[in-house]
């Protein structure tokens, strides 16, 4: 549910609240706002201005030459290739200097030796989705109405000024999928009241009973249903106000009678259906559940085929309209229709929910009936409907509304104490708050002997038994006030066994190697079972499986690892690291239970390391991932018992392939996947491993020593090597810490200079060299002597000298 800030301001009054502080206090309330939009953010310099004079551009077919007055002293001249631009227009204007969506700026330009001052402006400009934009404007510039001032915020005018709360709503809550709903929330929450809207309007001396009759066939499944008949409506666009407010909702306008059957639907939650009278067909309805294979052209062009269990809305002979979830082109509101056959109804969600699924039809109606609307609001909402037609349709409301009405709304009484409500929560919370709670919340709140009466209205369905009401006390009070207390237990604290805890560190190295963790099926085909597999084993299949690609328990985690790489590459995920723990599933004979045995593997591909400053792209090799797994072995303190033997398997690269060894026995493997199958899953090249999870963290070891941080003060020195560029900073490195002996505690490359002022073939390395004693303070004779000896190592290695 997409919740307009400033919309939500005309039911209550939010105290100048910043949008995401509301957010937050809504979220902590129970309902997660998952994400606030800023319209327009970033976006300025956008006026209203006024299309003076209009021509064609003197050298471009397609461009035109629009004088506008912007609000400024002078008009500016703009070159527009909006093929729908005319004289007296009023249209958003990017003025020189502007910024629009992207950071796109605007500057004086010449176009086809013409200048232009500025930028007339379509919606998908200013920011707004082309899905969004009425028909009407979608190839072209958006024309504002007459009556819009001219250097006004365009901006502003088209409410993209305003922040757009995304509420992530659970399916109890179908009360806040409307802005009323939302209103009552957020004014509990603030402590404010509600503003209703006001649907008043002046019914004309004629019945709508002597136009139109109403039956109902399947009460149970069509409760409620109510027909207002408007005449002499003019069909035309929706005001600017409502339009901004739909498309910030995600919703297209169309014209104004399709525009208010939205807008209250958004406002009350009530779905409503406006037929062109003329071309209904008939002078009455009947509700009726279809014909077995009956058809219906629904309102996006599409022929349906219905069922027996689907309930349509009639002539009395044909279906015009699928119950709840799509109206009928044959009878929808066109440009030259006048009279309005309005439906507004109360149908079963799940008669609603079985017709959406079967005709692959999702609607912002379905969308409620499924979850449940307020029976109290049928007729409020085609009140308010009616009100707003005649307001900006100028139709005449025929006098009464026809109904068939068999829903009967009865109070839902509550009985809930204060001490049940404090034993639950363990909390202690006063009478008169949980009462002032309830209140605010719009709950009339009685008591008998002790106990709280509350009344709940019939928006809240979601509220049924005292439970439900405890939980409207703690959220609305707080969950952050529930206090946190331990458990009272004499039993032994909770801890991972070893075996955990050493699971536990595996994931954290390779998470903090740089690979994500997966989860995949357990379940896979015939073809991928075996494959990869470190150990042999018959296969164990499901006796009824979900499809035959899911029918038979895996022998190893990598066959499935590399469908997930190449889901990844075929999205654009150019470099893919994961890694998955979980079990396999072996069987020695057939028709045996299989063992399940833990494994980890994983899959790498792409670039493992790019410092684009540098231009260093370090691809994925084998090293790569026999590094990855080296340092595996050496958190497990096993890596002096293992040992990677060159071999040949299956599916995997001749010369790119190991076994690892633990204690002389078979205990995974590493390597390329084999060319071949590289290709047939479409994915580059790409290492794997594999690993006997259970085997490495059953291992018994030596528990790991640990030496002391020293006491004593460390001595950097610094140096700056002229060698050949040939001579590469590691192997420098390399005979420095074998000079450097014991004392020499670290070497650190920190600068490479090649330029004008080195000697052709020659570079400078810098290096910052550590020195330091455990046992005792160095001194300064100590320090150079083994200086020395690094610099003298140095020359006659590579006969690399201090830079002068």
Same mark, same amino acid.
């Given at each position: 549910?997409?919740?307009?800030?400033?919309?939500?301001?005309?039911?209550?009054?939010?105290?100048?609240?910043?949008?995401?502080?509301?957010?937050?206090?809504?979220?902590?309330?129970?309902?997660?706002?998952?994400?606030?939009?800023?319209?327009?953010?970033?976006?300025?310099?956008?006026?209203?201005?006024?299309?003076?004079?209009?021509?064609?551009?003197?050298?471009?077919?397609?461009?035109?030459?629009?004088?506008?007055?912007?609000?400024?002293?002078?008009?500016?001249?703009?070159?527009?290739?909006?093929?729908?631009?005319?004289?007296?227009?009023?249209?958003?204007?990017?003025?020189?200097?502007?910024?629009?969506?992207?950071?796109?700026?605007?500057?004086?330009?010449?176009?086809?030796?013409?200048?232009?001052?500025?930028?007339?402006?379509?919606?998908?400009?200013?920011?707004?989705?082309?899905?969004?934009?009425?028909?009407?404007?979608?190839?072209?510039?958006?024309?504002?109405?007459?009556?819009?001032?001219?250097?006004?915020?365009?901006?502003?005018?088209?409410?993209?000024?305003?922040?757009?709360?995304?509420?992530?709503?659970?399916?109890?809550?179908?009360?806040?999928?409307?802005?009323?709903?939302?209103?009552?929330?957020?004014?509990?929450?603030?402590?404010?009241?509600?503003?209703?809207?006001?649907?008043?309007?002046?019914?004309? $001396?004629?019945?709508?009973?002597? @136009?139109? #009759?109403?039956?109902? &066939? +399947? !009460?149970? /499944?069509?409760?409620?249903? =109510? *027909?207002?008949?408007?005449?002499?409506?003019?069909?035309?666009?929706?005001?600017?106000?409502?339009?901004?407010?739909?498309?910030?909702?995600?919703?297209?306008?169309?014209?104004?009678?399709?525009?208010?059957?939205?807008?209250?639907?958004?406002?009350?939650?009530?779905?409503?259906?406006?037929?062109?009278?003329?071309?209904?067909?008939?002078?009455?309805?009947?509700?009726?559940?279809?014909?077995?294979?009956?058809?219906?052209?629904?309102?996006?062009?599409?022929?349906?085929?219905?069922?027996?269990?689907?309930?349509?809305?009639?002539?009395?002979?044909?279906?015009?309209?699928? $119950?709840?979830?799509?109206?009928? @082109?044959? #009878?929808?509101?066109? &440009? +030259? !229709?006048? /009279?309005?056959?309005?439906? =507004? *109804?109360?149908?079963?969600?799940?008669?609603?929910?079985?017709?959406?699924?079967?005709?692959?039809?999702?609607?912002?109606?379905?969308?409620?009936?499924?979850?449940?609307?307020?029976?109290?609001?049928?007729?409020?909402?085609?009140?308010?409907?009616?009100?707003?037609?005649?307001?900006?349709?100028?139709?005449?409301?025929?006098?009464?509304?026809?109904?068939?009405?068999?829903?009967?709304?009865?109070?839902?009484?509550?009985?809930?104490?204060?001490?049940?409500?404090?034993?639950?929560?363990?909390?202690?919370?006063?009478?008169?708050?949980?009462?002032?709670?309830?209140?605010?919340?719009?709950?009339?709140?009685?008591?008998?002997?002790?106990?709280?009466?509350? !009344?709940?209205?019939?928006?809240?369905?979601?509220?049924?038994?005292?439970?439900?009401?405890?939980?409207?006390?703690?959220?609305?009070?707080?969950?952050?006030?529930?206090?946190?207390?331990?458990?009272?237990?004499?039993?032994?604290?909770?801890?991972?066994?070893?075996?955990?805890?050493?699971?536990?560190?595996?994931?954290?190295?390779?998470?903090?190697?740089?690979?994500?963790?997966?989860?995949?099926?357990?379940?896979?085909?015939?073809?991928?079972?075996?494959?990869?597999?470190?150990?042999?084993?018959?296969?164990?299949?499901?006796?009824?499986?979900?499809?035959?690609?899911?029918?038979?328990?895996?022998?190893?985690?990598?066959?499935?690892?590399?469908?997930?790489?190449?889901?990844?590459?075929?999205?654009? !995920?150019?470099?893919?690291?994961?890694?998955?723990?979980?079990?396999?599933?072996?069987?020695?004979?057939?028709?045996?239970?299989?063992?399940?045995?833990?494994?980890?593997?994983?899959?790498?591909?792409?670039?493992?390391?790019?410092?684009?400053?540098?231009?260093?792209?370090?691809?994925?090799?084998?090293?790569?991932?026999?590094?990855?797994?080296?340092?595996?072995?050496?958190?497990?303190?096993?890596?002096?018992?293992?040992?990677?033997?060159?071999?040949?398997?299956?599916?995997?690269?001749?010369?790119?392939?190991?076994?690892?060894?633990?204690?002389?026995?078979?205990?995974?493997?590493?390597?390329?996947?084999?060319?071949?199958?590289?290709?047939?899953?479409?994915?580059?090249?790409?290492?794997?491993?594999?690993?006997?999870?259970?085997?490495?963290?059953?291992?018994?070891?030596?528990?790991?020593?640990?030496?002391?941080?020293?006491?004593?003060?460390?001595?950097?020195?610094?140096?700056?090597?002229?060698?050949?560029?040939?001579?590469?900073?590691?192997?420098?490195?390399?005979?420095?810490?074998?000079?450097?002996?014991?004392?020499?505690?670290?070497?650190?490359?920190?600068?490479?200079?090649?330029?004008?002022?080195?000697?052709?073939?020659?570079?400078?390395?810098?290096?910052?060299?550590?020195?330091?004693?455990?046992?005792?303070?160095?001194?300064?004779?100590?320090?150079?002597?083994?200086?020395?000896?690094?610099?003298?190592?140095?020359?006659?290695?590579?006969?690399?000298?201090?830079?002068?």
């Amino acid at each position: 549910m997409f919740v307009s800030y400033k919309w939500l301001e005309d039911y209550v009054d939010l105290q100048g609240i910043d949008p995401a502080v509301l957010a937050e206090k809504i979220t902590r309330a129970g309902i997660e706002v998952e994400g606030i939009e800023y319209k327009g953010e970033g976006v300025k310099g956008v006026v209203i201005g006024h299309v003076l004079e209009r021509e064609q551009h003197p050298n471009a077919d397609k461009l035109n030459k629009c004088l506008v007055d912007i609000g400024a002293e002078e008009p500016v001249q703009i070159i527009c290739g909006a093929p729908n631009v005319d004289k007296g227009q009023k249209v958003a204007v990017a003025t020189v200097g502007a910024v629009l969506p992207g950071n796109f700026k605007i500057k004086k330009a010449k176009l086809r030796g013409e200048a232009s001052h500025g930028m007339i402006c379509s919606l998908q400009e200013l920011g707004i989705e082309s899905k969004l934009v009425a028909k009407e404007y979608a190839e072209g510039i958006f024309v504002f109405p007459n009556d819009a001032e001219t250097g006004a915020d365009a901006m502003a005018a088209l409410q993209l000024d305003d922040a757009i709360l995304e509420l992530g709503l659970t399916p109890n809550r179908a009360d806040a999928m409307n802005m009323l709903g939302v209103a009552y929330e957020v004014a509990a929450i603030l402590g404010a009241e509600v503003k209703l809207p006001e649907a008043s309007y002046e019914k004309a $001396a004629e019945k709508a009973a002597d @136009a139109v #009759s109403v039956k109902v &066939e +399947d !009460t149970q /499944a069509n409760p409620h249903y =109510a *027909a207002k008949i408007i005449k002499n409506v003019k069909i035309g666009p929706s005001p600017l106000w409502m339009q901004t407010k739909l498309m910030n909702a995600g919703i297209r306008p169309h014209n104004n009678v399709v525009d208010i059957t939205n807008f209250v639907l958004l406002e009350y939650g009530q779905p409503l259906h406006a037929f062109d009278y003329d071309r209904f067909g008939s002078k009455e309805v009947v509700v009726r559940k279809a014909a077995e294979n009956e058809t219906i052209v629904t309102l996006d062009e599409q022929e349906r085929k219905l069922s027996s269990s689907h309930l349509v809305i009639t002539n009395g002979k044909k279906a015009q309209a699928v $119950a709840g979830v799509m109206g009928g @082109a044959e #009878s929808e509101v066109r &440009e +030259d !229709t006048t /009279a309005i056959l309005l439906e =507004a *109804a109360y149908f079963d969600g799940q008669t609603v929910r079985k017709a959406s699924r079967d005709l692959g039809l999702r609607s912002e109606a379905s969308a409620r009936y499924e979850k449940g609307i307020d029976p109290a609001r049928v007729l409020l909402a085609a009140e308010r409907a009616c009100s707003l037609i005649q307001a900006y349709a100028g139709g005449e409301v025929l006098s009464g509304t026809v109904e068939e009405n068999h829903l009967k709304i009865e109070a839902n009484n509550i009985h809930v104490s204060v001490e049940k409500v404090n034993a639950v929560l363990g909390m202690t919370i006063a009478k008169e708050e949980i009462i002032s709670i309830y209140k605010r919340l719009g709950f009339a709140v009685g008591e008998a002997e002790d106990v709280l009466v509350v !009344t709940v209205p019939s928006r809240r369905g979601d509220i049924r038994i005292e439970e439900d009401l405890i939980e409207e006390a703690a959220r609305l009070y707080g969950y952050d006030n529930i206090p946190s207390t331990l458990p009272e237990t004499a039993g032994t604290t909770g801890g991972l066994t070893p075996y955990q805890a050493k699971r536990r560190k595996v994931r954290r190295f390779l998470e903090g190697a740089g690979l994500s963790q997966a989860t995949t099926y357990s379940l896979t085909n015939d073809k991928k079972a075996a494959a990869f597999a470190i150990e042999k084993s018959f296969n164990t299949m499901l006796a009824l499986p979900m499809s035959e690609e899911r029918s038979i328990l895996r022998h190893s985690l990598v066959p499935n690892l590399l469908e997930a790489v190449s889901y990844n590459l075929a999205r654009q !995920t150019d470099s893919v690291a994961l890694y998955e723990t979980g079990s396999v599933f072996l069987t020695k004979e057939e028709n045996t239970k299989p063992v399940e045995k833990e494994r980890v593997a994983g899959a790498v591909t792409g670039l493992w390391r790019k410092n684009l400053w540098q231009g260093e792209k370090k691809p994925v090799d084998f090293f790569v991932a026999k590094g990855i797994v080296e340092g595996l072995l050496h958190q497990l303190n096993v890596s002096d018992r293992v040992e990677f033997v060159q071999s040949e398997r299956k599916n995997m690269h001749p010369g790119r392939t190991a076994n690892i060894l633990l204690n002389g026995s078979l205990a995974g493997f590493i390597g390329q996947v084999h060319p071949a199958m590289e290709k047939e899953l479409d994915i580059k090249e790409t290492y794997v491993f594999e690993l006997d999870l259970h085997a490495l963290l059953t291992e018994e070891t030596e528990p790991v020593v640990y030496t002391p941080i020293p006491k004593y003060p460390s001595v950097t020195r610094d140096i700056a090597l002229v060698a050949d560029k040939t001579v590469t900073s590691g192997q420098l490195e390399a005979v420095i810490k074998e000079a450097g002996g014991a004392l020499l505690k670290e070497v650190t490359v920190f600068d490479v200079y090649e330029g004008e002022h080195m000697e052709e073939g020659k570079k400078s390395v810098a290096f910052s060299l550590q020195y330091v004693n455990p046992e005792q303070t160095l001194t300064e004779e100590e320090v150079t002597k083994v200086h020395e000896n690094v610099l003298k190592a140095l020359e006659e290695t590579y006969q690399a000298v201090l830079r002068g």
